[in-house]
């Protein structure tokens, strides 16, 4: 065959539209296909012999991956995990498997986030809770207590460092819902714990209760989840001063750390929009740029049970309505309709609460102290 090429692996002819080189390697399109890989990072062909992991070029290897030193697998750079001693020098990065078995540290870094685990199956409402403790020590002999006493049977709650703390951590734990939360989280024991080691939330004036609830519970679309939450918008501004007082914080706290979206109050429509368009970050009181949640910031720390299941429930109830009714619904809305059509069966301690903080439509309860 005049003019034809020799692959230089099995050395079959072939024309030249055939041919391609490798590594200034001749080869046919059958070798093509057994000798070599694409480099799963830049996209360089390359022999299979000389590929690290299966599938990676030497220098992309080089360059964007590491060794885990805890079981020597290949990650990226990207997926890196450090202990909190290792966080600036870096000399021993681990995998997240090996992180979370060989990992000393059980009060992670602020960063830390790992896999999301959804607790309970009764709902398609899930929250995930962030409570900031403080005054009682930063050390990991008593964050293992509170760990231990919350994961008992299952992974439930991790513990992270926090600035805004002091002398404490905050407590997070994976989505629940809210039955979760009540019937199956050990909350009364781990806030009781908290306490027992001289811990405070609400005393400690910095602490809040941050509760995400994961935005497809809204709606299968965009559009749709943006309207429900349109409305809880609408709601904080239009409840602003009960909301301000159910929160238990301050007006000095509420403008540092959960502060108010404003605007004038027409539509649901058009205080989200005001909300999207007022640049104010995170700290507000509810924060909407996390992508797959909402957070309602707003709620002061709490370590009495009481307080924190009615919050909970709070956040629930009103995700719930928002998802129910509609917008002429919220706007025709008054607290009283509000408080009125609460079941006190399904949320009983959100009743008490209300009673407590004088919010509800009949005679409050005595008040007692928080901690």
Known sequence: MENNLLCEVCGREMIAEEAEYVNDTLLCADCLE??????????????????????????????????????????SN??????????????????????????????????YKPD?????????????????????????????????????TEDRLYIKHDSSIDNGFELVTHPMTL????????????LRKAVSLGYLSHQADCCGLHIHVNRNT?????????????????????FWPEILRFSRRTEYQVNRWASRYGGVLSTCKNSLDTAKKAGLGRYTAVN???????????????????????T????????????????ENFHAMSWSEFVSGIDT????????????RRLYINEPVKETEEI
């Open 312 to 327: 909970l429930e709070f956040a629930h109830y009103l995700c719930e309505l928002a998802k129910d009714l509609s917008d």
């Open 288 to 310: 909407l740029m996390p992508e797959n949640t909402i957070e309602f910031r707003i709620f002061r720390g709490t370590l009495r049970y009481e307080t924190f299941i009615a």
């Open 218 to 238: 809204f709606g299968n679309t965009r559009s749709r989840q943006e309207e429900a939450i349109a409305r809880i918008i609408f709601f904080y501004e239009k």
């Open 34 to 75: 057994t000798e070599t890989v694409i480099c799963r990072c830049c996209g360089d062909r390359i022999f299979s012999r000389d590929a690290i992991d299966r599938d990676l070029c030497e220098h992309c290897a080089d360059e964007h991956y590491t060794h885990c030193c805890g079981c020597g697998e290949l990650i």
């Open 78 to 111: 990207e997926d890196v995990l450090y202990t909190e001693a290792d966080e600036y020098d870096h000399d021993y990065p681990y995998c997240r498997q090996c992180y979370n078995k060989y990992s000393d540290d059980i009060i992670h870094s602020y960063y």
């Open 116 to 152: 999301p685990v959804f607790l309970g199956n009764d709902s398609d409402l899930y929250m995930g809770i962030e409570l900031e403790i403080d005054e009682g020590g930063h050390d990991n002999e008593y964050a293992e207590i509170i760990y231990d006493t919350a994961n008992l």
């Open 179 to 190: 039955n979760y939360h009540r019937n199956t989280m050990p909350w009364r024991e781990v």
């Open 345 to 356: 069966t399904e949320y009983p301690e959100m009743i008490d609460y209300l009673k407590r």
